[in-house]
């Protein structure tokens, strides 16, 4: 299993900036793939943006140009920077891990975060 913790989230101002960490810890191979997903109240759950350990991104439309994923796989800690933050933006933002685990490795499971608080406002 892995667990994830995420941190860095609180209160920005439209056209500020926050970035957020998720580090993974527990009984795996390797981390295949991790990312970052936000939901509001009422509102669907929805990818931001994903990472494989390889260092391929993925983004989410609404967030191109603005956020950027990045990785540390030595730490197994993942990163979004979110820059030009938009009151559209305020969700709770959950980590996400694919991982690979077994001996031989040959389990792939996920796993989630409880999230952090974003919020945008003035």
């Known amino acids: 299993q892995v667990q994830l913790v995420e941190s860095g989230g609180g209160l920005g101002q439209p056209g500020g900036s926050l970035r957020l960490s998720c580090a993974a810890s527990g009984n795996f191979f390797s981390i295949l793939r991790m990312g970052w997903y936000r939901q509001a109240p009422g509102m669907q759950r929805e990818l931001v943006a994903t990472?494989?350990?390889?260092?391929?991104?993925n983004y989410a439309d609404s967030v191109k140009g603005r956020f950027t994923i990045s990785r540390d796989n030595a730490k197994n800690t993942v990163y979004l920077q979110m820059n030009s933050l938009k009151p559209e933006d305020t969700a709770r933002y959950l980590c996400n891990t694919l991982y690979l685990r077994g001996d031989p490795p040959h389990i792939s499971l996920t796993s989630w975060g409880q999230g952090t608080q974003v919020t945008v406002s003035p």
């Open positions: 990472i494989t350990s390889g260092g391929s991104t």
